[in-house]
């Protein structure tokens, strides 16, 4: 049972770059989402999922697509990538946010935009 | 709107002194608060929730919803608390649309 994984670990990019960030729970966890964490900003929600098919948008949408096939996998696309999309990203899922069930992070990515 | 404030973005503490990190919250509806944390290099986890009431690694928090307020305290601090802190507020309109806020957070270091 390895959690949620999240892959790269590192990543830079140049600006206007495209890349997609992998994240992938074997949890059977029907709700996935994406934070960045910015300093002096805490987490703030990107995008988020209830289940295969359905995605929804966060706090901070702008710039970053997403879409859920299958109930493991919630990919993060960053269209073309900007100097403000320096940051690290985390995944996270739960059963569902319906009741109180922990969240399991990912280990995170740094990406860098130069 | 709902918001979560963590007024204090760095705190400094002795070992064996108490700790409280302040968690202030605002929603309309009936609100869900959760402590997570980040040890160095380690995964965001959860460290208690206010539903459950409990004590995890001697910390407790109790959600005083006069005060709209749900902060975390522990009466003797341990150097291995040293951390980052985020509270969170589960919030949603019904159905399966929940979303979790964070705070941006508190450093705690606890020093010897």
């Known amino acids: 049972n390895a959690g949620v994984t999240q892959t790269p670990k590192f990543q830079v990019l140049k600006t206007g770059q495209s890349m997609t960030l992998q994240c992938a729970q074997d949890?059977?966890?029907?709700?996935m989402s994406w934070y960045r964490q910015d300093p002096g900003m805490g987490l703030r929600l990107i995008h988020y999922s209830v289940g295969a098919g359905i995605t929804d948008q966060g706090e901070v949408p702008n710039g970053y697509n997403v879409s859920r096939s299958t109930t493991e996998d919630f990919p993060l696309r960053l269209l073309s990538a900007a100097p403000s999309q320096t940051s690290v990203y985390f995944c996270?899922?739960?059963?569902?946010?319906?009741?109180?069930?922990?969240?399991?992070f990912g280990p995170g990515t740094r990406l860098t935009v130069t | 709107a709902q918001r979560v404030t963590q007024p204090e973005k760095l705190l400094s503490v002795f070992k064996g002194a108490p700790v409280e990190l302040k968690c202030n919250y605002s929603?309309?509806?009936?609100?869900?608060l959760f402590w997570y944390v980040q040890y160095s290099r380690q995964r965001l986890q959860l460290l208690l929730r206010h539903i459950s009431r409990e004590s995890i690694k001697g910390f407790t928090a109790d959600l005083n919803k006069g005060e709209t307020s749900f902060h975390l305290k522990k009466p003797f601090a341990q150097e291995e608390d040293s951390a980052m802190y985020y509270c969170?507020?589960?919030w949603g309109s019904g159905g399966s649309n929940y979303k979790l806020t964070f705070g941006k957070g508190t450093l705690l270091t606890v020093n010897p």
């Open positions: 949890m059977n966890h029907e709700y």
């Open positions: 969170a507020l589960r």
């Open positions: 929603y309309s509806g009936s609100p869900e």
């Open positions: 996270a899922s739960s059963r569902h946010l319906k009741r109180s069930y922990e969240q399991y």
